[in-house]
């Protein structure tokens, strides 16, 4: 327990991605079985614990703290886990602290009657760190950040395997994954990827360079969809929903999962919300259902989703993944006859004859919901990551637009020392400077020691890491699209905002207006 | 509760009635006695100031010199029209004391300026001093403050350097009595490889040396060649942390040393990846501590957590009172 409370206090303030991966490969190849597995499954959200209410922790420090300094204290300190493993009364020092394992097995085991003292006997055994872990642990959320997927990442970069080797295996193992762990070091056989529902890593295509060299023949041609990728599992009678990064998110979509047929299949696709219209809702529709866990009845009504399908993985048992894109895409042809047409529809083929209807294609796009072409050979095979040749993505051009500098904020990690989190504005309807977004890469090395250098040299307030500055410097702005924002004054927020150009020769005030950028929403 | 009349309480301080004369006043008065050199109690452009002479030699090196300084050791008493004052060791920083008044009703005050009560080889012990009314100071002063000892948290930072030879280690630290402690501190846990400092912390740093307190080798940061400062410890000011300053260093480990960093979100506000917690204050223990040994009849509560020591206070049947003193600096540790 105080190995995983430790990596936790230091996960908390590593500064960079790539310490982070460091900080958990490292835990996972020192720590003994079966406390590293545990660690693991305590990362990517695969303990399930039955989680202790904030209520009942509340409970157990007023009974041993003065109710009032723990008030103060909570309204100090922010997080409940932290203040409690900070005001809890020092246990007896002759007692060993648990170890995670034993921790995980007494949580397990709590009912709801003995709960408050399965609890409070765990944090009288640990030090400050302990009982934070612990803590969070029971209250299921640890948010150190570090996602499921960044710690796979480290378990697969530590033990050099491919993450889509780990990945394809992952939903088959339960914690404390000691198959998983004999396999990484060599000791034991790479565990089957399962009977049930597993994952099998995403194909990802490259953006397209060069066009005009493209084999048009050699190739078919989809839409790319602006939803999110996603792949649809059924076998063994288990339905499954996993998200680009491996993620099961099968809770968050009852409505698709019931859907699924219980022959066995393995569906490719892109999750899309259906709007009144039938067509594809924008993103910020589907947006709605990202933040929910568990939607609510009036959620799965008023954005119902559905699955764009453009390939087939597997069917009755047979992996389909090393047949040729062709008779792959005329199997999924033939499955899809057979799925409710509300759930799952088939992406279209898009006929394209010559370069110049390629290019047409992609200038002129049929429906908003469309934010580029896919381009893949005919003769490819499924192969997981992104490999060279295969598959391409062209996107639409960029939308831009002219805003005005408004704040900016200090970085992390190796840009801790620059003003590199830019926040820009455009002018609104009263003739004052709204916020639209914020913009945190785009620029060269260059470009932003210029900018820190403007920024330093134009503030006019600061506020803790974020300075306000003279609204006269003009950034051109490129972006993916518009969506509504209750969180800017403006009403409107960019997708994907990056800056593409300083416009030191423009004046602020031929800066764009808020309705000019909220019409391009709209094609 | 009621003060003696010869003392007058307001937000801007604690004034001596028939000798016009402030504790720590937040502005430039006439006459002010001063419990030690940080900024926020030794302010710039007094009149006379009554310090102990480290104090003074301190806002002297500072460019806060009182007109006419009047040194006063330890335990050396002096008049104030009818008050007695004398200053007393608080164990904060250099030269920092305790202001100890006895009244003509014989009523003793005991203003404690900042305090700890931990052992720092940078200054003289704090000295528990009976008294009426002990007027507090709260800056930790809630019970999820209990400082660890600062022996372990310097060898976290010396495991830190050992894991990371490549790296400067950098540690943010007031110029001010927390950059002196740390250097004694690591001096005392073996560490004799030269200590580099930013330039903000070279003056103080040799006037504490000039006061006999033994640092060890330093050297400045600016005109060290980059491969010596892999492996190094560097002491610079918390604001020089993220600034420009910091990107000539061979990839910098950022340390904090201050009590604060016993809460995480503050540590990453500063961008701290090794939070190390060592306060030049009492932590809420020895805040309660030493109100529970001096037992006086009333506790005034200076700055800080206000709230939470009086309530304390007050389910002890002490009684307690907050005097909301504006100007002083809280974040300093």
């Known amino acids: 327990m105080q190995r995983f409370a430790a990596l936790l206090d230091s996960l908390s303030t590593a500064p960079a991605r790539s310490a982070k991966l460091r900080l958990i490969g490292e835990h996972l190849a020192t720590t003994p079985d079966p406390d590293r597995g545990l660690a693991l499954a305590a990362l990517t959200d695969g303990l399930a614990l039955p989680a202790v209410k904030p209520a009942l922790i509340r409970a157990l420090v007023e009974a041993r703290v003065d109710p009032v300094l723990f008030r103060l204290s909570h309204d100090y300190v922010g997080d409940l886990a932290e203040t409690v493993s900070l005001l809890w009364p020092a246990g007896d020092p002759g007692h060993h602290p648990p170890t995670l394992a034993e921790a995980v097995a007494a949580l397990r085991g709590a009912t709801r009657a003995s709960a408050p003292a399965v609890v409070s006997g765990l944090l009288d055994r640990l030090d400050p760190s302990g009982r934070f872990a612990l803590v969070k642990l029971a209250t299921g959320a640890l948010r150190v950040g570090a996602g499921a997927r960044l710690a796979r990442v480290a378990f697969a970069e530590r033990f050099g395997l491919e993450v889509a080797e780990v990945e394809e295996v992952w939903h088959g193992q339960e914690p404390p994954y000691q198959a998983l762990f004999a396999w990484a070091e060599g000791r034991g056989p790479r565990p089957a990827p399962g009977e049930g529902a597993s994952f099998r890593p995403f194909m990802l295509a490259h953006p397209l360079e060069a066009p005009e060299a493209l084999d048009l023949a050699a190739h078919a041609f989809e839409w790319k969809w602006d939803g999110i990728r996603a792949q649809a599992v059924s076998a063994g009678g288990a339905r499954r929903l996993f998200s680009r990064d491996g993620n099961d998110i099968s809770a968050a979509f009852p409505d698709l999962v019931a859907a699924l047929p219980d022959a066995p299949l393995a569906l490719d696709g892109e999750l899309l919300v259906r709007g009144s219209d039938g067509a594809p809702a924008g993103f910020h529709a589907l947006q709605q259902r990202l933040n929910r866990k568990a939607p609510d009845a009036r959620l799965l009504r008023e954005a119902p989703v559905f699955l764009r399908a453009y390939d087939l993985l597997a069917e009755g048992g047979e992996d389909l993944r090393l047949l040729p894109w062709e008779a792959r895409r005329a199997r999924l042809e033939r499955v899809m006859a057979a799925l409710p047409p509300d759930r799952f529809d088939l992406s279209p083929l898009v006929a394209i004859a010559d370069h110049g209807a390629l290019a047409e294609a992609r200038a002129r796009p049929p429906h908003a919901s469309i934010e580029g072409l896919m381009l893949k050979r005919r003769d490819s095979p499924y192969v997981a990551g992104r490999v060279t040749g295969l598959w391409w993505k062209w996107k639409k051009a960029p939308l831009t637009a002219d805003c005005v500098l408004l704040y900016a904020q200090r970085g992390h990690g190796k840009r801790s020392s620059f003003y590199s989190d830019f926040t820009f504005g455009a002018w609104g309807p009263d003739g004052t400077l709204l916020p639209v977004g914020k913009a945190y890469f785009g620029f060269t090395d260059e470009e932003l020691k210029w900018l820190d250098r403007w920024v330093r040299d134009h503030t006019v307030a600061r506020f803790g890491p974020v300075r306000e500055v003279e609204k006269a410097l003009v950034l051109e702005v490129a972006f993916e699209g518009v969506a509504p924002s209750a969180r800017h004054k403006s009403g409107i927020a960019l997708r994907f905002p990056r800056i593409a150009r300083i416009r030191t020769d423009k004046p602020a005030h031929e800066a764009d207006t808020v309705a000019a950028i909220a019409a391009l929403a709209r094609p | ?333």
Not at chain 2, 316 to 331: F, P, S
Request: aromatic share 6%.
């Open chain 2, 1 to 333: 509760m009621r003060a003696p009349d010869w003392i007058e309480i307001s937000p801007a301080g604690l004034r001596l009635r028939a000798a016009d004369a402030w504790i720590d006043p937040a502005r430039p008065v006439a006459r002010a006695l001063i419990t030690h050199g940080h900024s926020d109690h030794a302010r710039a452009g007094h009149g006379e100031a009554w310090a102990t002479p480290e104090t003074l030699a301190i806002m002297a090196a500072r460019g806060q010199a009182p007109a006419v300084p009047h040194p006063l050791r330890h335990g050396e008493r002096a008049d104030f029209e009818g008050v007695a004052v004398s200053l007393h060791p608080a164990g904060h920083i250099l030269g920092s004391a305790q202001i100890r008044l006895e009244g003509p009703d014989g009523t003793v005050i005991v203003v404690t300026g900042d305090y700890k009560r931990e052992a720092d080889p940078t200054c003289a012990p704090f000295e528990p001093v009976p008294c009426d009314i002990l007027v507090t100071e709260a800056t930790f002063a809630l019970p999820v403050f209990r400082h660890p000892d600062p022996e372990g948290e310097i060898a976290r930072l010396l495991a830190a350097r050992a894991a990371n030879p490549d790296r400067a280690l950098l540690v943010g630290a007031y110029a001010l009595g927390k950059a002196q402690r740390l250097v004694a501190l690591l001096r005392a846990a073996g560490h004799e490889a030269p200590i580099y400092l930013h330039g903000a912390m070279e003056r103080l740093m040799a006037l504490y040396a000039a006061y006999g307190v033994p640092l060890g080798s330093l050297r400045p940061v600016s005109g060290a060649p980059r491969e010596e400062l892999s492996g190094a410890i560097l002491l610079a000011p918390p604001s020089a942390l993220a600034d420009r300053w910091s990107r000539r260093l061979p990839d910098p480990l950022v340390a904090m040393a201050s009590g604060w960093m016993r809460i995480r979100a503050r540590a990453r506000q500063r961008g701290a990846e090794l939070p190390l917690i060592v306060s030049d204050h009492a932590d809420w223990d020895a805040l309660t501590a030493t109100i529970a040994e001096l037992s006086p009849r009333e506790v005034w509560v200076t700055h800080g957590r206000d709230d939470a020591l009086v309530h304390w206070c007050e389910t002890r049947q002490i009684r307690a009172r907050a005097l909301h003193l504006v100007g002083r600096d809280d974040e300093a540790d």
